[in-house]
């Protein structure tokens, strides 16, 4: 009986080294990605000033983060901030103050800091800023954040001579087609290196996009991947007619359809198309989070963008499609969801 009791002592022993030992290789992950960001991603060097933003639902990887930056630069902050309630919401004023002093900033936060005048401001200023919106433990290890920073800068910077030649786009998908023109350059820079003053990058990162022409959009399109923090269990349909947003079709009850009510509020005709890209990482992979899932390899998205609501927030809300053709005038970018490195 004795010997049984031991037995069972000595499983609950292993299973419990077996669980503390995962946990200790799992941080070890963290720490290693959070090297990654601060030596490869920012190149943080020893004299300059870094401040990871933070809040509560994303403290972990902040604190991974600060660790990693302090052990470059002795000139590294984090400051903690309430969780903001949407994406493009702005920070409180002295998180704002804060931002425009750095050489850098990593902002993992829950909603997204991009869009917001902080993060503008800061940048004109010279802070160069990564954003990590949404970021938890499994996304800052796993998929996006593994890719080779280095080669995906290359394999960006190689698309350029193929885009500068096209300016009108063309989506097809499941007898849906979706056209449009871009509005100024393609933009090369969300490659994971944000090495210059001013310059700013999502993390993971791994996306080459462009402004749209919001008059020129007509048609529809299949999003199957995600909208925003939803990965789609079955299609919808967005229509368009000469820019206009006519329809949204197939969203059911529940969180999708609660974020597609949030943006249409005011009415569908105060949204725009205002943002096309396509996916570039290879390590990429759909997870409800479009942080990561607009930089899947083969997979292409839109950006829709309301016109300020009634709390003067501008709402943004990102589809993605993952099984699409994307055409560049004549030239196939992607075939049916596959990436045509020629």
């Not at 972990?60 to 470059?72: D, F, M, N, R």
């Not at 919401?89 to 829950?110: G, L």
């Not at 943006?263 to 992979?285: C, H, K, W, Y």
Request: proline share 3%.
């Amino acid at each position: 009986m004795n010997n049984q009791r031991g037995d069972r002592g000595v499983m609950v022993d292993e299973q419990d080294l077996g669980s503390v030992a995962a946990e200790a290789a799992e941080k070890e992950r963290m720490r290693n990605s959070a090297r990654t960001v601060i030596d490869t991603c920012m190149q943080l060097r020893s004299h300059e000033n870094l401040l990871i933003v933070t809040d509560p639902h994303t403290a972990e990887i902040g604190q991974v983060l600060y660790e990693a930056g302090s052990q470059v630069s002795d000139r590294a902050l984090m400051v903690m901030m309430p969780s903001t309630h949407r994406h493009g919401q702005e920070p409180p004023n002295p998180v704002a103050d804060m931002m425009r002093r750095q050489h850098v900033v990593i902002a993992a936060t829950r909603y997204s800091l991009t869009h917001t005048r902080a993060r503008l401001i800061a940048s004109k200023d010279g802070a160069r800023i990564a954003t990590m919106p949404g970021v938890n433990r499994a996304m800052f290890i796993e998929g996006g954040m593994t890719a080779d920073f280095d080669t995906l800068q290359t394999s960006i910077a190689t698309m350029g001579k193929i885009l500068r030649r096209h300016r009108s786009v063309t989506i097809e998908g499941n007898g849906t087609e979706l056209s449009f023109d871009i509005s100024g350059r393609w933009n090369l820079e969300d490659n994971g290196i944000c090495n210059r003053p001013g310059q700013v990058t999502n993390l993971p990162a791994g996306k080459i996009f462009s402004q749209v022409k919001s008059d020129t959009v007509t048609g529809s399109i299949e999003i199957d991947g995600a909208w925003d923090s939803v990965a789609l269990k079955s299609p919808i349909s967005i229509i368009f007619d000469q820019g206009r947003l006519i329809g949204i079709e197939g969203p059911e009850d529940g969180q999708l359809k609660e974020q597609i009510d949030d943006l249409t509020e005011d009415g569908m005709d105060s949204i725009q198309l205002v943002e096309f890209g396509f996916g570039m990482n290879p390590q990429a992979r759909i997870t409800g989070n479009a942080l990561e899932d607009e930089k899947v390899l083969g997979s292409c998205y839109i950006v829709l963008k309301q016109a300020k609501n009634r709390q003067g927030i501008e709402l943004r809300s990102t589809a993605v499609a993952t099984k699409s053709t994307v055409r560049l005038g004549e030239q196939c970018l992607i075939d049916s969801g596959k990436f045509q490195s020629n």
